[in-house]
């Protein structure tokens, strides 16, 4: 069964530019996650999706931040602009439904510079 | 606010011993427990889990205990072997829904 697939697994942008995150959940997997992972901290749940309709966005920050999952399957993040602060690891998650284990992608790596 | 935290941000032992690494929780919503492990470039996979119902869950080399009373949760890893060494985070999930509050981590390094 092939895995939570991300892209891309590093990107270094100058401040104020903007980025976008690919994830593809494990095949069948309802629910979709984001996290952030700022170096010496856990991952922490930016947002949560169940099919394409947003569960849990309470700790994004949309004023820069966007996530969507169009047609229930990919999604994309976006970050515009970047400030240093977002400086981390963004992982993807993904399970059967909201109260299933929940299997992580490899997470890609932004530095903003 | 941090609601999971484990004080320890590494943990040293040697090959063949007891590993045991903690972590401690504020909010007395939580239910259900779970520990990830994760490697160097790699995204955290889930180890092991425990219901608030229980205070232990074992698991081969694996075994999580639960302290509700004190609120607090401990991995046992015996016997410690070199290719357990990773990071560990805890996790905790509230009865309201799915979202899980990860602790800082802990680096355990198995020596052989």
């Known amino acids: 069964e092939a895995g939570v697939a991300q892209s891309p697994r590093y990107k270094i942008i100058e401040k104020r530019q903007s980025v976008a995150f690919w994830c593809n959940p494990i095949s069948g997997h309802a629910t979709l996650y984001w996290y952030q992972q700022i170096l010496g901290q856990g991952p922490k749940l930016l947002i949560q999706f169940q099919n394409n309709g947003v569960v849990d966005d309470s700790q994004l920050p949309k004023d820069r931040f966007s996530a969507e999952r169009l047609k229930g399957v990919d999604s994309t993040l976006k970050i515009q602009p970047a400030k240093l602060e977002d400086s981390a690891v963004y992982l993807c998650?993904?399970?059967?439904?909201?109260?299933?284990?929940?299997?992580f992608g490899p997470g890609t790596r932004l530095t903003v510079t | 606010d941090q609601q999971v935290k484990q004080n320890s941000p590494s943990l040293s032992v040697q090959e063949g011993r007891i590993s045991i690494l903690n972590c401690d929780y504020t909010n007395s919503m939580f239910d259900y427990f779970l520990w990830y492990k994760k490697y160097p470039a790699e995204g955290p996979t889930f180890l092991i889990s425990?219901?608030?119902?229980?205070d232990k869950n074992e698991d081969g080399r694996f075994t999580v205990f639960l302290n509700k009373s004190a609120k607090h949760l401990s991995l046992h890893i015996v016997p410690s072997q070199p290719g357990d060494s990773a990071v560990y985070f805890c996790?905790?999930?509230?009865?309201?829904?799915?979202?899980?509050?990860f602790g800082e981590g802990t680096q355990l390094t198995v020596n052989p």
């Open positions: 996790a905790a999930r509230g009865t309201s829904g799915s979202r899980l509050t």
């Open positions: 425990i219901s608030s119902i229980k």
């Open positions: 998650a993904s399970s059967l439904t909201h109260h299933n284990e929940q299997y």
